[in-house]
């Protein structure tokens, strides 16, 4: 994590700060701390100790130094012991020391001398009466040293252990100069027989001869001393080790019960708000850092949010507000949601919430903020605020990003339970068929609404292929779902769903092959909606549509009829004009000219009244057949059915037909089976008919003939007629518009023959009141023209008339009906 | 020297009245046809003063199809040979705003409906183009 942390400072060009952050931690927190606290106690202990030697020892030394300076005092007096006072005071100048006495007490004092290793010198000392001085009476130095004689003045003779000597024996420290060296000395008073003194015996001893047995104490305990305090060391640094190990463990086990915690946190919270609370709580158990802060990053715009806080002031979330996330961000949490990588820093003080006393972390706390990353991108911010002095180390920062890292991944997985567990509860309660499967296309998982639908429980289907249980719409393509969707990847459309009866249900799906775990391995999960419903709505709508569109069609159709109806009526009038125009004008054309008898032969005017006559019949004609249509547009025209024969009709017309086609040199033959023709009808309309067809017969044969045939065809019981000819013929797309009213076949006014174009509307129309049949029939152009009239043949023991009457509107219940007026004006 | 004129009729009844009111009334030479190809050829031989057209023509074909008075007339006005020759359309197509139709569409100088009413009328048309074709344009043909 040094790296990171490196970089991140040296980046933010704060690494005062950022130290300074760091070092009081690395002497105080933990094991750092630790050691300082034992590093205190030894010393401590070292001192008392110490103390405690030095006063043991200081008392040992007084009382050796006494014991010592008692020891000499007590050689003192028993130098004293072996001066005899009488003999002493008898030495009084320096001449008697040549005597005797003076050199046997010289010896008695230099033997004890000599006996007492350390005593550099042994003598006594006399003061006279009322005399201040101290003088010297024995001597007895080493013979190196000068010595001093009887009466030579002791140096020191105003000290005033010398006179408490006179009573009893005395020691005492000083600095011998003559010797130049410490020493001690011990006076003892020299008696007389009555106990009176007069003297003392004096003894200087070198100053180990009393100090030795303390300095040697001294420096035993000096010794000891040591060893204490290297024992102590040991005892502290073993006891700091241990106590150590155990702050150690007691810290994992402490950030180990955090993350439990922190994961129980994150499993058992209720609300977002609790869980970020509580994992606050956990991690501040963790770390001991009291105060937190949660930021969520927000989008559009981006920014972060204060989710939870933890010992924060009151309206902190005000104060934080962090900037947008971004490279240059003010706030540190906003830079470590930007780079992703944690950032301490300890010296603004900017956006910094305002505790209360004795309550936040003190003046210029550090900052520290840890990233939540989740799929490289940052989540969240955790921040946390740390007393200065407390300072915020490496370790420190490793656990919080433990415990930020920990945090992201349970926030990550309650949301991937909590997605899941949608996900499931979605899949058991929707409507929607969801059926797993593995790689090799066999059913693995089938959810209630997949059940419901194939009418079959999960484990009855699990491991049949489920290419059974759908199939293409289009059937025998014989592809494959599983195979197309494990080579595409995936597929959307229609297909039908098989249940287990057999029966099937139309199915819009959409098939997924899932990423395995395992690498190259797909599953394959299909995703079904049942569309029988939808089908069916589709299907009446387009129904609808058609009934529609049909309806539409007959109107267009009907609209066009009528349209075509009226041009043809137009056309009708029109051509009526002229075909009643035309025969007129000759008509108005010679009677001028007989009128005005211009030039006129008797011949020449009966031939201008013949042609007047035959234009005014041929107009005569034109008007009945006007007259007809209109009777049968408005539905007046009468027909009277009554037995007949149709044979003699048939010759009456032929008959009355044979001048207009000799006029046209045609042959005009009638093959009629022998004996009568009997039928049902209206001889004047039948021989209308037939005059009519004759009539188009001639009009349109140039050369040959006309040739009617009928015939009884006892097979359907009809009378059959025949209108041959052998003229123009009808092209075929044209037949059919013959019977239309009004209807020309060729409508332009290069006509080649006259005519309404009536006569054959109202010729059907007059078969069917008959209830015959009429049919054209033609070759096509120049190959002659056949119509067929058919009609219901007579017999006298047929069922009763009315069942053959033609117009229904009388109560007919017994022979031939005669209907009203018959109207027809026109005579064969 | 009488006008000659050329009626193309197809009814013979109204062509023989035609003939009749010209040359008894009129004083006219006539001849009658409904043969395209010979209109063609007298309108060109330049003995034809005027032509009385019908419309519809029964038996009329020309170049193989049928034509009626109209195209014969509209033949007859766009050859150059052909186009100083008046024509009158005497025609039973009658109907409101057949005049105009057909004389746009035929090219022709004047329309008459039949039945012709008064042959003098007739007459005086025929007169009248005759008079106007001989002013507007010199005799070139004649």
Known sequence: MGTAMRHERSERGTPAAAAGAQEPAKRRHGPGRLATRFLGGYLLAALLSGVV???????VCGRLRTAGGARLAQLAATVAATVPAEEHEALTSSSDENGLPYQRLRARLSAIRQANRGLRSVYTLARLPGARTWTYVLDARPARSPLAHIGEPYRMSGAPELLLALEQPVWTRRVTSHLGERTFSAFAPIR?????????????AAEDEVLGPERQFAREAAVFYGLLLVAIAFAGRAHYQKRRAEVTRARNVEAQLALHRLAETVARSRGDVELLRGALDVIARGTGIRHWVLYQRAREPDRLVVAATRELPRGAEETLRPDPPAAGAASPASRAAWTREPVVCGESTANLPAWGRGEGPGERPIRACVPLVDGGETTAVLQCFVPRGRGFGTEDLALVRWMASQLAQGLKRRELERRDQLLASYMLRTGEILIGADAGGAVTYLNPAAERAL??????LRGIPLDALVQPVESGTGASLVEAVQRDGTFTGELWCVRVDGSRFPVAVNVEAVQ???????????LARDVTEARERERQLRAQRAAVETLNDRLEHANERLREADRMKNEFIANTSHEL????????????????????SSEERETFARWIRESAEHLLGIINDILDLAKIEAGRLQVVLEPGDA????????QTMRSAAARKSLGLAADLEAGPLPMLMDSARLRQVLLNLLGNAVKFTDTGEVRVRASRDPESARVVIHV????IGIAREKQSLLFRKFSQVDGSYHRRHQGTGLGLAITRTLVERMKGTIEIESEGPGR????????????PAAPSPSALEGEGDGPGDSAPVHDGSAVSDRTA | MPSHILIVEDDPMNAKLFELLLTRKGGYTVEITEEPPRVLERAASGAVDLVIMDVSLSNSELDGAPVDGLAIARRLKTDPATRHVPILLATAHAMKGSREKFLRESHADDYIAKPIVSSDELIQRIEALIERRSHASPPAAR
């Open chain 1, 53 to 59: 030697l030095w006063g043991v020892t200081g008392y």
């Open chain 1, 192 to 204: 007389d027989g009555s106990g009176r003194a007069t003297a003392v015996a004096g003894l200087d």
């Open chain 1, 455 to 460: 009418g079959a429980r999960s484990d009855e």
């Open chain 1, 516 to 526: 395995d775990a395992a690498p190259g391995r797909r599953e394959i999960v299909l």
């Open chain 1, 581 to 600: 125009r035309t025969p007129l004008n000759a008509v108005i054309g010679f009677a001028t000219l007989l009128e005005q008898g211009v030039h006129n």
């Open chain 1, 647 to 654: 044979a003699e009709a048939i010759r009456s017309a032929v």
């Open chain 1, 724 to 727: 041959e000819d052998t003229g």
């Open chain 1, 784 to 795: 002659g023209t056949r119509v067929t009239l058919t009609f219901p043949a007579y017999a």
